[in-house]
């Protein structure tokens, strides 16, 4: 008997040429209890984050620029967390394209959040501050590299004006 996921909201700044198509792949992953929130690359995250619902669990903001990702996207992006109380991460940072975090930090971190700032690292320092810090102090924190969560390949990776 398998794991039961845990309930994800997925903050999703679309700064790419085609969110229906990237929408469509992201429901296409058919996780359960997943919940996808856009928010508005002109306003910011605010209007996100105040829509996740209560039953959430897990959060991943991602500032998606077409950047290739696997199906197992939001397994790799949650797992890092769910690992158990000696090896879970407080969150998990994607080369600043996203950061996955326990809905309570969030929720201790009171964001406030500029519009005109869309920076994943400026979400993280808040809620670095409040995270669970183990006996050493020390907040623990997982990154990953755009390799490890998108596929290799020889085409143009990202959106190019």
Known sequence: MG???PAVALLWMYRGKNANARREQIQGWNHPGLEILEADPKRGWCT??????????ICIFWMDDDKPVDG????????PL?????FGAAMHFWSGNAVSVMKYVLDASH????PAEHSLLKLL????EVADK???GRVHLALSSTERL?????ETVGYLC
């Not at 197992?72 to 797992?79: I, N």
């Not at 964001?111 to 500029?114: A, F, P, Q, Y």
């Open 111 to 114: 964001i406030k959040d500029d």
């Open 72 to 79: 197992d996207f939001l397994r790799q992006m949650t797992q």
């Open 125 to 128: 320092v808040p809620m670095l």
């Open 48 to 57: 996100a984050i105040q829509a996740i619902p209560k039953e959430t669990e």
């Open 150 to 154: 998108a596929p290799m390949s020889m």
């Open 3 to 5: 794991k039961k996921s």
């Open 82 to 86: 769910i690992m158990g109380e000696d």
């Open 134 to 136: 183990g006996q050493n």
